[in-house]
């Protein structure tokens, strides 16, 4: 392991670290955006190609998902009820995302779904903007669609799994914190599920210096993501989550229509 560590090229690997560490960093604090963020960088600025982006993000999520869902886990940011009912849903949508990926073009809707998500960012805003001073949280009622679509969504898309499902879930009113925490550590049994009907594909050719970079990134960022959460108020953390959709969402549909 020592030996391996010596031998990698860290002036070449070091970008890819930082959008590791910056995109987990936002996704562990605010519940998503690693898919989006990642995949972005690595195509519009490092020149990666958009299939090996794609499975790469993926295989690293595996990891990082795991490493921030123990974070939230160790914060007590974790509501397991609300895991259940998101989680099952979420792996049975992103394994049938995984094999339809393989014969249809996901990009098609795409756009449709990046223009319904800015509506959502808009929404968050405005929810954020006048946010009570003693909110009362609220048990989401629509869980079970939100887990299948967001699960298909990452796996057919490249991501969606937070967007969709954090987004969808403040809306009906539920705890900021408890939902991050959950939905991220719920997306570990997603990506872990999603990334071994990949591999049963392509194999191991996505694991790359990209994907090395990621992942040695996004483990490094994974347990400070959980801490800001449990940190930041209710209110602001709305108000960042509508940001960042809004902001990646906005940035997605004008790529996909480009």
């Known amino acids: 392991m020592v030996e391996w560590l010596t ?7 070091a970008p890819f670290i930082a959008i590791g560490f910056a995109a ?3 996704d562990g604090a605010l519940g998503m955006a690693f898919g989006v963020i990642s995949s972005t960088l690595l195509v519009s600025v490092m020149g990666v190609p958009p299939a090996r982006a794609s499975a ?5 999520e595996m990891f990082t998902t795991g490493a921030s869902g ?3 886990i160790w914060h007590r940011n974790v509501d397991w009820r609300l895991f259940a009912r998101i989680a099952v849903p979420g792996i049975i949508g992103g394994v049938v995302g995984a094999y339809v990926l393989a014969s249809v073009d996901a990009s098609v809707a795409r756009p449709f779904v990046m223009l319904y998500l800015t509506c959502i960012g808009f929404y968050l805003l405005y929810k954020a903007l006048t946010y009570p001073a003693m909110p009362r949280a609220r048990d989401a009622r629509v869980t079970v669609p939100l887990g299948l679509i967001g699960g298909f969504l990452d796996a057919s898309g490249g991501g969606g799994w ?3 499902v954090t987004s969808n879930l403040l809306i009906q009113g539920s705890d900021p914190r408890k939902t991050i925490g959950t939905v991220n550590t719920a997306e570990f049994l997603l990506t872990f599920s999603v990334s071994i009907t990949f591999m049963l594909t392509i194999g191991l050719e996505a694991f790359t210096i990209v994907t090395g ?4 990134g996004g483990i490094v960022a994974a347990p400070f993501g959980a801490w800001i959460a449990k940190r930041i108020p209710a209110k602001t953390l709305l108000l960042l989550v ?3 959709l809004t902001a990646t969402s906005l940035f997605s549909l004008y790529k996909a229509i480009a």
Do not use: E, R
């Open 7 to 13: 031998n990698l090229d860290w002036a070449a690997i």
């Open 213 to 216: 970079g990621l992942l040695i």
């Open 56 to 60: 790469g993000v993926h295989l690293v």
């Open 70 to 72: 123990l974070s939230h």
């Open 162 to 164: 937070g967007p969709v």
């Open 242 to 244: 509508g940001i960042v």
């Open 24 to 26: 987990q960093m936002i």
